[in-house]
């Protein structure tokens, strides 16, 4: 049972910083306008 869970729990990271990944670049990339815009003033 450890090794099952150990197994499904890694699996479940990796998606989930994979999905985190995905969502974060847009994120990111909006932070960076706002603050490039915020110089920009």
Do not use: D
Not at 5 to 15: D, F, G, I, Y
């Amino acid at each position: 049972m450890s090794r099952l869970t150990k197994l499904l729990k890694s699996k479940m990271v990796k998606e989930g910083i994979k999905q985190a990944q995905k969502h974060a670049l847009p994120v990111i990339k909006k932070e960076l306008a706002k603050r490039k815009g915020s110089f920009k003033k």
